[in-house]
């Protein structure tokens, strides 16, 4: 990655070290990030990998490339892809973040949540926000319920924006959200994806074969495997 990228993760690597304050890191971010959103060919040598089929994407979205994780587990610095035309899910993050535009127009939608979360699968929501973010322009980011929102290009031509996140409060998945049938579902990232989806199709074969594989997979000790096993014996999911 250029130099100017490089310069930007050491810099938030030293500042947001010790720094547990949200707004504080938010402000810290948005400074340090304004050189990139000058000039976006930082990300050429990076999309060009992609774009060359040696890269593999691990991330929660499909949409969403990882860039860099802090060594300390302080924060990650995402590209996002809005391709025109495409739709993106309602949903949350599980730590505060700061995104900035670099190509392109975002319409972002934000939301509150009028429930009190109480129900696994539900959430009603009501739109409080919709704007637009053109290049250079940054917007901020809560985590969880404080946070809910959707993007997507407001054009007909694929925007960039960088999202720099702190550590998560809430590990393993996002929530996503269908605002119109007040629901809520997980989205996994694809390293747990083909475990999520065996887990919830036993679930709808539920023999004594079935209740075995729960209890080993429960007896792993993986707090995630062991929060799904929970739902699915509470018939929650
Ligand atoms: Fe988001």
Redesign the pocket.
């Known amino acids: 990655m250029s130099d100017i990228f490089q310069r930007y993760c050491s810099n938030l690597e030293q500042r947001l070290a010790g720094v547990a304050d949200e707004e504080e890191s938010i402000a810290i971010v948005s400074e340090e990030v304004l050189p990139l959103l000058e000039d976006p060919s930082f990300l050429t040598e990076k999309l060009a990998e992609m774009a060359e089929g040696k890269t593999e994407l691990l991330a929660t979205d499909s949409n969403d490339v990882t860039l860099y994780r802090s060594s300390q587990g302080l924060f990650s610095v995402r590209l996002f892809v809005w391709e025109p035309f495409v739709p993106y899910p309602v ?1 949350d ?1 599980g730590s505060w973040g700061l995104l900035g535009c670099l190509t392109g127009e975002v319409l972002q939608t934000k939301y509150r949540r009028l429930d009190d979360g109480r129900e696994e699968n539900t959430a009603h929501l009501e739109e409080t926000e919709k704007g637009v973010l053109r290049p250079g322009e940054t917007g901020k ?1 809560y985590p969880l319920d404080r946070g809910i ?1 959707h ?1 997507e290009s407001g054009g007909n031509k694929t925007a960039l924006t960088l999202h720099t996140y702190g550590a998560p409060v809430r590990k393993g998945y996002i929530r996503g959200f269908v605002p119109h049938r007040k629901t809520t579902y997980r989205i996994f990232p694809p390293k747990y994806g083909p475990r999520v989806i065996g887990l919830n199709a036993l679930s709808s074969i539920p023999t004594a074969e079935t209740r075995e594989v729960f209890d080993r997979v429960e007896k792993e000790g993986h707090p995630l495997m062991k929060e799904m096993i929970q739902l699915i014996k509470s018939a929650r999911l």
Request: cysteine-free.
């Open positions: 949903h993050h980011i929102h993007m």
